[in-house]
């Protein structure tokens, strides 16, 4: 089975701080993707990336920055933390129209 | 711009019963289509992918139907267990450019009472 991790479960941040968010797959798949959800908003795409270096930007891209540099790797940066970005973070894979699989999500609050 | 609807935001229904998902979207030039089921404070799960040339996907007690011309996707589930209660939620992935990326519902969540 496709694993997705995401290195954490929970965070807690202070605004203004510099948060990586990680999230490794385990079968080399091309695309990977971070959502954000919210309650009432739903999944919101905010960066993907379809190869190794390659990213763009998807629906809510402010305030964010990506990085892969291994195609099993997929981190989101948020530069300066704010406390609109408290949210649930999902990261996800796959092979492109294919299933797409996630990781079990990170639960981020800004204070 | 692609738009998916899921109607009702929420079901109950009794230990049991077969019951129905929908799921509308705006655009039927869709590569394909994705149920996913979601427990409280988790990741999203997916369940059945139906491509655009498919009309039906089945996996155990669950099947789901596409009708791209009427822009509808349909999730059955039989014989419902207190197990199945989480949200369900649609993703329609476009044809091309842009549209390619997956535009979600914003699911129904399903409690099944025992």
């Known amino acids: 089975d496709v694993k997705v991790t995401q290195s954490s479960r929970y965070l807690v941040k202070r605004t203004g701080e510099k948060v990586f968010l990680e999230c490794v797959q385990d079968m080399d798949h091309e695309n990977m993707f971070w959502y954000r959800q919210d309650p009432g908003l739903g999944l919101r795409l905010i960066y993907f990336?379809?190869?190794?270096?390659?990213?763009e930007k998807g629906d809510i891209p402010e305030g964010y920055s990506v990085s892969r540099e291994k195609k099993e790797r997929f981190s989101l940066i948020l530069e300066s933390a704010s406390t609109n970005q408290t949210s649930m973070y999902l990261c996800?894979?796959?092979?492109?129209?294919?299933?797409?699989?996630f990781g079990s999500g990170t639960q981020l609050s800004v204070l | 711009k692609q738009e998916v609807t899921q109607i009702p935001a929420a079901l109950s229904v009794p230990e049991g019963e077969n019951l129905v998902l929908n799921c509308s979207f705006t655009?039927?030039?869709?590569?394909?289509l994705q149920w996913f089921r979601q427990d409280p404070g988790k990741g999203l799960t997916s369940l059945l992918l139906i491509q655009s040339s498919q009309r039906e996907q089945t996996s155990g007690r669950l099947n789901a139907s596409l009708d791209k011309s009427s822009g509808r996707s349909t999730l059955y589930i039989a014989a419902s267990q207190p197990g199945d209660s989480a949200t369900y939620l649609c993703a329609v992935r476009g044809s091309s450019g842009s549209a390619r990326q997956l535009t979600f519902g914003s699911g129904t969540q399903l409690t099944v009472l025992p």
């Open positions: 996800a894979s796959s092979v492109f129209g294919e299933k797409l699989f």
């Open positions: 990336s379809y190869d190794v270096k390659m990213k």
């Open positions: 655009d039927s030039a869709i590569y394909n």
